[in-house]
């Protein structure tokens, strides 16, 4: 699976601003920015994520991921590439 296959899934699905998808061999690094992550804990953020692709995951498509999520505030003020 391609990083952008993955973000077309995670955009179709979700309602994110943006999303960042960078693959090194098979370890995938999600960054996902929207403000429904708001009063969320990390968990229930990282969950929201991992929904759209367990069948991926499950059938060994997508092998290892790493998620970080981001309100579209906190993007803005810390992780923001000027």
Known sequence: MK???IK???MKK???NDVIVTCDFNH???????DI???????????????PLI???????????????YTIEEWNNNHKFK
């Open 28 to 34: 995938f690094k999600i960054i996902a920015i929207s």
């Open 55 to 69: 069948d991926y995951i499950k059938n060994n498509i997508i092998h290892s991921v790493s998620i970080k999520t």
């Open 37 to 51: 992550f708001k009063n969320m804990n990390n968990v229930k953020r990282q969950q929201i994520i991992y929904f």
């Open 8 to 10: 077309q899934i995670l």
């Open 14 to 16: 979700i309602s994110l």
């Open 3 to 5: 990083p952008d296959e």
